[in-house]
């Protein structure tokens, strides 16, 4: 079975317009006539159940942050490199354009020692946040229900940690010394986080994926020890994504660094998907160790815009070499586009839809 490649722009073929992701643009896309529908495929491709395509974020996929109702922005006077803002746990961030991502702002600390975290950590209360107008709308104006809905739901047991002490020096001393009260703290959290995850299911009921955020590792190695991770944090993380799959619903792991020696533990929590450093991970060789174990979040492999735009030709090339190494047997969708080209995007849309699905029509 084959399916068309269409030329860009070409007469009599639908499109769909969008925003490109990295320069908030217009852009058109090819429109498929699809078997099922997206949020079908999707959920095909996060149980295992070979999809019909692979999946991307930038077509198939609806992602929503509640953060927009549990954070307060606060505009640095006069500065072009950097927003604040305060998460809902009263910590202080700084957004740093050189970096791509928000950074503890300093001074920021919370607690200088851990076994006081009873004490010093004010959980969020949940009744006297305004969930309701924020689900209201979007669920009135933006929902699509043709598309999964992906929610973040925010940072994890040890990002928190990091946090409210202030850093990863202090938070992984205290790791070190006393682990029985950062345990307690990891189970008083992942108490929180459940409820958390039980209000956003109780607005926005069609969720089909939770993303979760703790990264382990710098690009070097792991922040701690494979046993200190056995002994403090595995256990509440295995909680939260039982409880969540328990629901129906999907998990995306984010995790960044050099975390291959987490790999097995990784795998024994279950999450559907991994979203991890792929210049410190090597994806295929991952995907052949534990392809059955959770899919990939990611982008077409060998992709590299800091170098320049590749041809129509060594992008299609791409796009085959990404499915080929990383789609068979499912779990696979592309969540990264970073094609900034309309042209370039709608070969590289149109070649991993046919591509993928010949794939899984002859497999």
Known sequence: MSFPRYDYMQSGVPTVEIKMRFNNTEAFLPKFERPVSAVENFKRAARREKPYWVPNSLTDMQSFSPTDHISEVVKIAG??????????????????????????????????????????VKFPDLNKWDFHTSAEDYMSNRYDPEKPLCMDIGIGCTERLVSLMGGYEDSMLALAVEPEACADFFEAFVDFEIKHFDKLLEYYPPLAMITYHDDWGSEKDTFFSPSMLENMI??????????????????????????????????????????????????????????????????????????????????????????????????????????????????????????????????
């Open 79 to 120: 500065s072009k490199v950097a927003t604040r803002f305060c998460d809902w746990f009263g910590a202080d961030w700084t957004y740093v354009v050189e970096v791509g991502g928000a950074m503890l702002t300093p001074g920021t600390k919370f607690m200088d020692d851990v076994t006081l975290w009873e004490e010093k």
């Open 234 to 363: 595995l256990e509440p993380t295995r909680r939260l994504f039982n409880y969540i799959k328990s629901k129906g619903i999907a998990i995306e792991f984010h995790n960044c660094g050099n975390i291959n020696r987490f790999m097995p533990y990784i795998a024994d929590l279950g999450p559907e998907f991994i979203q991890v450093q792929r210049r410190v991970i090597d994806f295929p060789a991952v995907k052949k160790q534990y392809g059955d174990k959770f899919g990939f979040c990611g982008a077409i492999e060998g992709l590299d815009t800091s170098v320049g735009e590749p041809s129509k030709e060594k992008l299609v090339e791409m796009v085959r070499n990404t499915v080929d190494a990383l789609g068979k047997g499912g779990g696979l969708y592309i969540g990264m586009l970073p094609i900034s080209n309309p042209e370039l995007l709608w070969y590289a849309i149109n070649e991993l839809y046919a591509y993928s699905s010949e794939l899984y029509a002859n497999e």
